[in-house]
């Protein structure tokens, strides 16, 4: 495995782990009755900014090539 993989797979799991994590928590709080949408919005959340760092720092480092 490259070390580009090893960065991508390491990157996917701290990218998408977290919004799973917050996506599933809205999915219990919804079963128990409760207000389930900041729990999605938080997820939302995460996923943009997190997309937004990943095309900083891709944009960064075309720069420097």
Request: proline share 3%; net charge positive; charged share 15%.
């Amino acid at each position: 495995m490259t070390k580009e993989t090893t960065v991508a797979r390491a990157l996917l799991v701290l990218v998408f782990a977290p919004a799973g994590g917050l996506f599933g928590k809205a999915v219990a709080t919804a079963a128990a009755g409760q207000e389930w949408w900041p729990w999605l919005v938080a997820s939302a959340v995460w996923l943009v900014v997190a997309g937004l760092v990943s095309m900083a720092v891709s944009n960064r480092l075309d720069e420097h090539r």
